[in-house]
């Protein structure tokens, strides 16, 4: 009898370990709303896929979701939805790969979106961001230093307990050897995603994100790129963005929103409509017409104290280098006047791409500055801050340049006339290296 017990007791961890060998990545906190969620993760092959759920209050009472068939065409990836949800509570979840349960080394949680309107204060929270992440992989790097490092700050940002995770482009970066294949497409999603440092921010964070370049396809690429709806679908099938463009197929662009409490982000695509930069004909632009409407009749209708704007290249820095929107000025003047000309409050823009982190602001007369602030890079090779602070951007904010591997935070918090937003900034071991408070009267 003895045996046999312990041969059992040998057959379950035996089990239970060939399951968690299925799991690739995640799992991944997506969007939460009130009475639905999604939680994303990889297989490593086909298999059957389900998340049990509870309330932290009421641990006994378990549902669980629909199981889901991971398939090849999709690289195995599952957006597993969860309802109905309670509004307001903290949820645990468990994983379940061909029906046994993966147990991981950390904390597998999320808070469903509460119901606080005409009862209550808007509720404080947290958004961490950040941008340019790059995961070295030396048999497809270019020779020479690894140009990603410090994967250590992705469990920086997790101790930091944020309610959203915000990735703000260039999260992953296909290579040569990438965009030109689904497969390589997929596999350089699968390689960044895969890394043991992001799990536990992945697991217990909402995790919503935009695309730039690297993304997208190759360095500095546009509408023009003959991959981009290879590169759109994998970008589909690695997020769990609420949506993704407002055609009826939702097949152009990538661009969306998302709010929580008071705050709404506005997540724009700076790519899938972008015309290339050589072109010496036609009308020079990076959002498009659509995705401006789209964007400006969002911000309009939006009850939402805080409006944040979300983009890869940076907005108010006034050089026209690199893919900064001062390239598309035009473009970026209808933009600012639309916003100026609807009286629209509480916009401020964040952005990324450029390797270096720091605050823009724009002065303008009768009514609040706009402020751009660029958070970059998370893990990829960064500026030095002597070269950088060249660059003669006139609205830089004096004290807020930085060119190291960093990540930032918005903190919502207060009441009324003290309600605020800060600005803080960390270098990878989550010490702070600079803040700026804003308060919602500022931005009136």
């Not at 929580?260 to 997540?267: C, H, K, N, P």
């Amino acid at each position: 009898m003895k045996n046999i017990f312990i041969t059992l007791i040998v057959l379950v961890t035996v089990n239970g370990f060939c399951q968690k060998n299925l799991l690739q990545s995640g799992p991944m906190v997506g969007y939460c709303e009130m009475t639905e969620a999604v939680i994303w993760a990889q297989t490593t092959q086909k298999a059957d896929i389900r998340v049990d759920y509870y309330t932290k209050e009421t641990p006994t009472a378990v549902f669980s979701s629909k199981t889901y068939q991971s398939s090849e065409n999709n690289h195995f990836t599952n957006h597993i939805v969860l309802t109905p949800l309670q509004e307001g509570k903290e949820y645990h979840y468990d994983l379940f790969i061909n029906n046994q349960k993966i147990v991981l080394p950390y904390d597998t949680s999320f808070s469903s979106k509460k119901l606080w309107q005409w009862r209550e204060k808007a509720p404080d929270f947290t958004i961490a961001l950040g941008s340019c992440s790059y995961i070295s992989e030396a048999a497809l790097d270019r020779p020479g230093k690894p140009y990603g490092s410090n994967y250590s700050i992705f469990e920086s940002i997790a101790k930091k307990n944020p309610d959203i995770m915000l990735w703000g482009g260039d999260n992953v970066y296909l290579r040569e050897a990438d965009w030109d294949s689904k497969s390589g497409i997929y596999h350089r999603y699968t390689h960044t995603r895969s890394i043991k440092e992001m799990q536990p921010l992945l697991a217990s964070t909402q995790n919503i994100a935009i695309w730039d370049d690297h993304d997208f396809g190759p360095d500095d690429s546009d509408r023009g790129f003959y991959n981009k709806y290879t590169t759109q679908q994998a970008f589909k099938d690695f997020w769990a963005n609420k949506f993704y463009g407002m055609d009826s197929n939702q097949k152009e662009g990538v661009f969306s929103s998302y709010n929580w409490s008071d705050a709404e982000v506005f997540l724009l695509d700076n790519r899938f409509f972008k015309s290339p930069n050589k072109r010496l004909t036609g009308d020079k632009i990076m959002l498009g017409k659509t995705q401006i409407q789209w964007l400006i009749d969002a911000l309009v209708s939006s009850k939402a104290s805080f409006k944040i704007i979300v983009i890869g290249g940076q907005v108010l820095n006034t050089e026209a280098v690199f893919e900064n929107y001062e390239n598309y000025k035009t473009e970026k003047e209808i933009l600012l006047k639309e916003i100026l000309e609807n009286k629209i409050k509480g916009v401020a823009f964040i952005s990324g791409d450029r390797h270096f982190s720091e605050l823009s602001e724009l002065k303008r007369a009768n009514t609040y500055s706009l402020y751009d602030w660029t958070v970059s890079p998370l893990t990829s090779g960064h500026g030095v801050v002597e070269k950088i602070s060249k660059e003669p951007n006139a609205n830089r904010v004096p004290g807020s340049l930085f060119g190291q591997h960093v990540f930032g935070t918005l903190s919502f918090t207060g009441e009324k006339e003290s309600r605020q937003m800060k600005l803080s900034l960390f270098d990878k071991d989550g010490n702070e290296l600079w803040n700026k408070i804003l308060l919602q009267s500022e931005l009136e």
